[in-house]
């Protein structure tokens, strides 16, 4: 039986990436402190800040509101806000959604929910039903997509609505090492390394334009597994049934690499999020994040001429994102 | 000796295995990636060095989704 590196009790897990095996308490407390390091690392949480905490019902953002609901008693004066976002998917949302709201009673919180279906009159199970619809119709013009590029621009979307429709100045999501080491490379992969700019870190915009809750990312410090072992270990409620449009995703094909290469050459998907973070600061030309976000501002937002929607701009006929895939899609 | 060894999705088998069989020997057996799996023997979380004992429950619960 191997002992734990910390304590001597017996060890419950082995971190191959760090070579460590650790006992159930020692590896809960170094997940914590994590959290509180990059708490530290990014300046996300302080006194007098409401924080939209998103749950799924899943295991990382468990972890995570367990995580801040410690954090935000020991600092004090810090308000969180479960909510949760329904894509619309039958058997998996709505089976997911119970754990979630599980655990916000289990932690003494409301949680308030959201659908895609109030906020942009379509279910993720309406939109792959027409998409493949029209798609099937040969219609002209109509350029099917995966459905996460649908679902993560709306989901990107309903999270900031979301959040200010509760009165948070700060929205709390559940990105692991693990999904920050394949956004990463899924960048590098499609020849986007712009993206690994000034955005994405775990901090977010510092002071976000208006219209915005600054995004942050209090699990960048642990890896997905880690969460799933820590929501076991604290006896956290969580489901791990898989999205079934999953399938369709590049994310996907990623994630099983890198998984791969963990397995080989433990310690990969750490160092990618340390090159990351190194190319980041690169990619900033030496600024910290907040001037490079502020450089990127000479840049106006625009509006969206449909919804009101503050956007990038990029999207065709002054639309945001969302209101140009629901009009694609012949829901507007 | 014998285990019953499970996905912690439903499916479970048992596996007739020699003395002094460890958690990580099933792993490797079963080609399975141990970076992405929630291990527990008899409900507790274990540790891949654990040695098997007759009537073990071993559950290798694969976290691929969901956040």
């Known amino acids: 039986m191997s002992a734990c590196l910390k304590c001597g009790l017996p060890a419950a897990m082995r971190m191959e990436y760090t070579m460590q095996d650790l006992c159930g308490g020692c590896f809960t407390a170094q997940f914590e402190r994590r959290v509180a390091k990059t708490n530290r690392d990014f300046s996300l949480l302080r006194r007098g800040d409401i924080v939209a905490v998103g749950v799924s019902g899943g295991k990382d953002s468990a972890a995570m509101l367990y995580c801040l609901d410690k954090m935000a008693k020991r600092i004090g004066g810090i308000t969180l806000k479960p909510i949760l976002i329904d894509e619309g998917i039958e058997g998996y949302r709505n089976v997911a959604a119970l754990k979630a709201q599980e655990l916000c009673s289990q932690l003494g919180y409301t949680l308030q929910t959201f659908s895609y279906k109030e906020l942009f009159s379509a279910s993720m199970d309406e939109v792959m039903a027409r998409r493949d619809e029209l798609a099937q119709e040969g219609k002209e013009g109509f350029t099917p997509r995966i459905s996460c590029t649908y679902c993560g621009v709306f989901r990107k979307q309903a999270l900031n609505k979301a959040a200010l429709g509760v009165g948070a100045n700060k929205l709390a999501v559940g990105h692991n090492a693990d999904d920050t080491a394949q956004t990463f490379m899924m960048n590098l992969m499609r020849s986007e390394p712009a993206r690994n700019g000034p955005m994405g870190s775990a901090g977010g915009e510092e002071e976000p334009q208006e219209g915005f809750a600054r995004r942050v990312k209090p699990l960048v410090y642990n890896l997905e597994i880690e969460c799933a072992l820590f929501c076991k270990l604290k006896n956290l409620p969580f489901h791990l049934g898989g999205c079934p449009y999953a399938g369709e995703s590049f994310r996907g094909y990623v994630k099983d690499f890198l998984n791969g290469a963990e397995k080989n050459y433990p310690g990969t998907k750490f160092n990618l999020l340390h090159s990351f973070l190194e190319i980041q600061k690169g990619l900033n030309g030496g600024k910290s994040q907040k001037s490079a976000i502020a450089a990127s501002r000479e840049i106006p937002m625009a509006q969206c001429t449909r919804c009101g929607e503050k956007h990038s701009g990029r999207s065709t006929g002054g639309l945001c994102k969302a209101c140009e895939f629901l009009t694609e899609l012949q829901f507007a | ?67």
């Open chain 2, 1 to 67: 000796m014998k285990i019953r060894v499970s996905n912690g999705l439903g499916k479970t088998e048992d596996e007739g295995l020699e003395l002094g069989t460890t958690v990580q020997d099933v792993i490797d057996s079963r080609n399975l990636n141990g970076q992405t799996l929630l291990i527990s023997v008899n409900g507790k979380i274990a540790h891949p060095s654990t040695e098997l004992k007759e009537g073990d429950e071993l559950e290798l619960l694969g976290v691929i989704y969901g956040g």
